[in-house]
């Protein structure tokens, strides 16, 4: 979905079509009659908030059904919807620091009113909203997700009203005598091979300090200086949970024996000096792919897990973590994966983590890194640790931006998927024609214990909505249990094999086959779904055409199947629309043979 979704007006019922198909979105929000108009006037400061995000939809009158899960949503209605236009308009017009002007429509729902209101974003110059009585940052609100959440100080960042960053505060009671001068030596050495008439380079060291923004005008340092080029006496002095542990786990989950838990590497000092032994301690566990190219006579090893994208995702830990926080960053290597755990959670929306565009929470951190290449180009660091891992055919990356605990963590596989194990385990679901996205969902789940919707979209680069839908059709064939869910992600188990119902022979359907004459909503795409169930009397032919086309393109179908699932005769579709299709490659079962092998024939 496009964040520009200002530029186009929808009606009640697409917006409640689009909750059923994957509940609450970032830009829509239900809300029952009942529901407080505190938390209504929380949504409506969220979608004005929300950068990019170009507004959202409040649907007044659908209420939340928390005891089913197949039928989230209750057309509840508003019993006096003038009343509570006028309401809404009055709080929105004085509870805020400036007035908010939503636009408020009633619109009829099963014959029930619902009131649709559209709450535009805001201006850059207008942000943050927040409501008067609570003042910042704790009266603001934004829209993470599908749910709305209290601002912190980096948010208020984000809003534009402060461009400094933490890492150029001032370290009180640290002087020159506090830097390491091997830091300053080896920064240097990497920006000369760089750029090697970098303006920097004929500074002596108190200007070069200076320059890169690491040395106050009162001659302390800065948190960027002390990072960069600290001693390991000033780290422990003035900043001793700034440091990264590694930590080796021996197996795949977290065990709570404290005798044989884990074993511990810190490493404490000048982030410069630090990364390569950083990175070594983790290679040295990865495990190795041998190979021997066409005419060389000694074979080479190298770790599946490619070595920039180790180097990307520690690096960015370092950017990207919130020094605020007084804890160290992790580095957990477990036998299957390596999962890296920040303090700050993603200053991006989850959602939109790896697209174009950068929100830096260390503005000076990321430029040194940037400028001695040890970092890619802003913005592009998680896009390139997917090429990369693309490339050599390995899992891509997965992350969790954990608000709550203020924390964000990014998971690397460190193996590749389809090795002989993989593909022998795969075909004891064989049966269930599951897609290619969907197999690596059942890899993962085998791998970490579970699979979430977040999860699945970050690994096959889908929509959170193609996510939800393709993980439902596995639950349905009995192949995952859904364990949990929070507003914004829906939690599953992988069933052990002996409890799955395999299908009998010659089934291949993902999900429960529907009975004669009923048509699986699952077994579609969502839109085409959609489509089909608002044909009415008056549907034009050419729409008929379209959906025809779309249906036979999935698998091959009877006229009389056509028939059933459009609810128009069989007669119809054979005098009035199939002659019509003339040309038009279509996957039509032989209607003189029925019992024949589909084939693919030109309509005529």
Not at 62 to 71: M, V
Not at 122 to 142: D, H, M, T, V
Not at 449 to 464: E, H, I, P, R
Not at 468 to 477: C, D, G, R, S
């Amino acid at each position: 979905m496009s964040n520009n979704i200002n530029m186009k007006t929808y009606s009640v019922q697409e917006l409640y079509d689009r909750l059923k198909e994957a509940d609450e979105c970032v830009w829509i929000e239900a809300k029952g009659e009942d529901d407080s108009s505190e938390s209504l006037m929380e949504s409506v400061c969220s979608f004005s908030n929300e950068p990019g995000l170009g507004g959202g939809y409040i649907l007044l009158g659908i209420a939340e059904n928390k005891k089913s899960k197949d039928n989230r949503f209750l057309i509840e209605g508003v019993t006096d919807s003038d009343k509570k236009q006028l309401d809404i308009s009055s709080q929105c017009a004085c509870m805020f620091n400036i007035a908010v002007r939503p636009r408020i429509d009633v619109e009829q729902l099963d014959g029930k009113n619902i009131l649709k209101i559209f709450v535009p974003e805001l201006s850059a110059q207008q942000k943050p909203l927040y409501f008067q009585k609570n003042g910042l940052p704790q009266g603001a609100w934004r829209r993470v997700g599908s749910s709305d959440q209290r601002c912190t100080e980096d948010d208020l960042r984000s809003f534009y009203l402060d461009d400094s960053s933490f890492d150029s505060g001032e370290v009180k009671r640290t002087s020159l005598k506090d830097v390491d001068e091997k830091a300053v030596e080896y920064y240097r050495t990497l920006r000369e091979r760089v750029n090697p008439e970098a303006a920097e380079l004929k500074y002596n060291d108190k200007e070069l300090l200076e320059s890169l923004d690491c040395l106050t005008e009162n001659g302390t340092l800065s948190y960027t200086g002390l990072l960069m080029f600290g001693t390991k006496e000033a780290y422990r002095k003035f900043c001793p949970m700034a440091r990264i542990d590694y930590i080796r786990v021996h197996g795949n989950e977290w065990v709570q024996n404290p005798d044989e838990r884990f074993s511990t590497i810190e490493f404490t000092g000048s982030y410069l000096l630090q990364l390569n032994s950083i990175l070594d301690a983790v290679r040295a566990e990865l495990p190795l792919n041998f190979s021997l190219k066409e005419g060389e006579i000694q074979a080479t090893t190298t770790p599946d897990l490619p070595d920039r994208v180790l180097r990307e995702a520690v690096v960015n830990s370092i950017m990207h973590r919130s020094y605020r926080m007084n804890r160290p960053t992790q580095i957990i290597r477990y036998n299957n994966r390596i999962e890296i755990i920040n303090a700050g959670f993603s200053l991006k929306n989850q959602e939109f983590i790896g697209n174009a565009g950068s929100y830096t929470r260390n503005l000076h951190l990321a430029t040194i890194f940037h400028e001695t290449n040890l970092a890619e180009t802003k913005g592009t660091g998680i896009r390139t640790i997917r090429r990369l891992l693309s490339d050599n055919k390995m899992p891509l990356p997965t992350f969790e931006s954990n608000r709550r605990d203020d924390s964000f963590t990014i998971r690397l596989l460190v193996k590749p998927f389809y090795n002989e194990d993989d593909i022998k385990w795969l075909g004891l679901y064989e049966r269930y024609n599951f897609n290619k996205n969907q197999k690596e969902a059942l890899l993962f789940a085998r791998e970490v214990g579970a699979v979430d919707t977040l999860t699945y979209s970050q690994m096959n680069l889908v929509s959170l909505t193609d996510a939800f839908v393709e993980l439902v059709k596995m639950e349905q064939a009995g192949v995952l249990i859904q364990k949990g869910r929070t507003e914004e992600v829906a939690y599953y188990l992988l069933k052990q094999f002996s409890q799955v119902n395999l299908p009998s022979k010659g089934e291949t359907s993902q999900v429960n086959l529907p009975s004669k004459g009923e048509t699986s909503q699952l077994e579609l795409p969502g839109p085409l779904q959609k489509r089909i169930n608002t044909l009415g009397k008056k549907t034009s032919k050419v729409e008929l055409k379209e959906i025809i086309t779309e249906l036979c393109s999935i698998k091959s179908r009877s006229r009389k199947e056509l028939s059933e699932i459009l609810g128009k005769s069989d007669e119809y579709l054979r005098k009035e629309v199939i002659p019509e299709m003339l040309g038009i490659e279509l996957k039509l079962t032989n209607p003189e043979s029925p019992n024949a092998p589909n084939q693919s024939y030109k309509a005529k």
